[in-house]
């Protein structure tokens, strides 16, 4: 009986609507979210905020090697100030880390070089960025998408430091200088004094 005078209860409230009451349904998108991810570094901690509205690919990638916890203990092997601090592949040791299967450029995405940003590293061959990431100092326009030529193709920007970028500037003041790699490899611009990603974490996901 209940369940019956429940259905008549809504079927009356359901009558009691004329056109005008009706409310108007409108299509809307679900919203994407944005995740959050912290790097606890020897310095202090950054917080990344990703895009993955517009770079889903190097977002998801990003956030594969944080889950695996890939990027503890690695360095910032690469620090120019005025221009980027990389990191994200090597060990204390100068060993390069094995990394997954590289991704697809999506520098074409909107997403600019500007201070603060965060992209992905790869060698001069458009599609080979896999963990190594970098963040930018200052407007770093050169470095965005042009044409689609070696030479115009850019860097895929998938995010930006909201918190912490105080660190990422402490970091362009340490003495830095050229070391040898384990396999004879030679490193410039590395900071004299390990500069260790000791984890990244997410926070908000």
Do not use: W
Not at 75 to 81: C, Q
Not at 124 to 153: E, H, M, R, W
Not at 176 to 203: C, H, M, V, W
């Amino acid at each position: 009986m209940r369940i019956v005078l429940s259905a008549l209860t809504l079927l009356i409230a359901s009558c009691s609507f004329n056109a005008t009451d009706t409310p108007v349904q409108t299509a809307t998108s679900p919203k994407i979210k944005m995740p959050k991810v912290r790097l606890v570094t020897s310095l202090g901690n950054i917080v990344i905020q990703l895009n993955p509205e517009k770079a889903p690919l190097s977002s998801a990638n990003f956030l594969s090697y944080v889950k695996e916890g890939f990027y503890q203990n690695t360095l910032f092997h690469r620090v120019i100030p005025g221009f980027m601090a990389q990191g994200g592949g090597f060990t204390p040791e100068l060993e390069q880390k094995t990394t997954h299967p590289p991704v697809k450029n999506e520098s074409n995405n909107g997403l600019s070089n500007k201070r603060g940003t965060v992209a992905l590293a790869r060698t001069a061959d458009p599609d080979t960025a896999t963990s190594q990431f970098y963040i930018n100092y200052v407007d770093n326009d050169f470095l965005d998408y042009k044409n689609p030529s070696y030479a115009g193709i850019g860097y895929a920007v998938f995010g930006e430091v909201i918190e912490g970028m105080d660190v990422v500037d402490k970091m362009a003041e340490q003495e830095t200088g050229s070391r040898d790699g384990p396999k004879g490899y030679g490193f410039n611009d590395i900071p004299l004094k390990d500069i260790i990603l000791q984890k990244a974490e997410i926070i908000e996901e």
